[in-house]
């Protein structure tokens, strides 16, 4: 979870260049001069600035504006994850307050959607790569014979990475994805360990808090009523439990909280439609006139 949190982080601030969280910089394009290698990407020794050249690993303005804007208009069912159109900053082209699962949907799903129409194609490749690998080492049922086929095609993706982003870029979390394999063969599916709806739960169990001077105690008391309201509704077959809404695409009629069936034609008595006649026309604004 961490690893593939701080991947995405480590990406997605390098792509959009936001300060304190990009691995580009003067310091790193003066170690590639120190190691003699990509002297394209050199930084340039002025009087009064040092100048950066463009590289293919971080977006233009308007390639900003794309990336942002995609990730935006994004709309996925409801309980999917994250509202992304709050996590977006427009203006100052930047993602704001996303947790651990926001991105672990962004490296997953959204980001090589994001990146599709934009940068340089080489270096799209790469992350795209990368997030294909993250898809797959998180599914519910995982082949053993094929992890070291995944290894080998995670090592040649960090070398293609290598060919485009500087050293800096290559820390202890992207490191630390050579490892995810091996781990998957000791300890099984990852979607089977990890903490995604246990920090759900924790987030319901905050929002109970109501004063922080004692927060377990608001804890105790709200998780008391819930289990109370619960045990007691289920003697009540009119009234709905707090939980799981009841599923609309059953099919039973003779069950509560299901769709109506087709309409059903039926016939009136000439002496109930003379009344429903008689009412409708003493009701009307435009007969009253003439009723007078």
Request: net charge negative; with cysteine.
């Amino acid at each position: 979870m961490h690893v593939e949190k701080n991947v995405a982080e480590i990406i997605v601030g390098t792509l959009l260049h936001v300060p304190r969280k990009t691995k580009d910089g003067a310091n790193a394009r003066l170690d590639l001069a120190e190691l003699g290698v990509k002297p394209k990407s050199f930084a340039i020794q002025e009087e009064d600035k040092t100048t950066l050249p463009p590289t293919g690993y971080i977006l233009t303005n308007a390639e900003k504006d794309t990336f942002c804007e995609t990730l935006h208009n994004i709309r996925v069912p409801q309980g999917y994850c994250s509202n992304f159109s709050s996590l977006v900053n427009l203006k100052d082209r930047k993602l704001i307050g996303l947790k651990s699962h926001d991105y672990h949907m962004l490296m997953q799903e959204f980001l090589p959607i994001a990146i599709r129409s934009i940068m340089h194609p080489p270096t799209r490749y790469a992350i795209i790569r990368f997030c294909f690998f993250f898809k797959s080492i998180c599914s519910k049922e995982i082949i053993l014979q094929e992890l070291d086929k995944m290894q080998a095609e995670l090592v040649v993706t960090l070398c293609l990475l290598e060919k485009f982003f500087p050293p800096s870029f290559f820390d202890i979390m992207i490191h630390l994805t050579v490892h995810l394999t091996r781990e998957v063969k000791l300890c099984g599916p990852i979607c089977f360990r990890w903490m995604y709806p246990f920090e759900r739960c924790m987030k319901v169990i905050k929002g109970h808090v109501r004063n922080r001077n004692k927060p377990e105690g608001c804890i105790a008391e709200e998780t008391i009523a819930e289990e109370t309201i619960e045990f007691f509704s289920e003697y009540h077959k009119s009234m709905e439990t707090i939980g799981i809404p009841p599923d609309k695409h059953e099919t039973d009629e003779n069950e509560e909280g299901k769709p109506l069936s087709a309409g059903k034609s039926s016939e009136v008595s000439a002496e109930l439609f003379q009344k429903a006649h008689l009412y409708v026309i003493h009701n009307t604004d435009e007969i009253v006139p003439y009723i007078e």
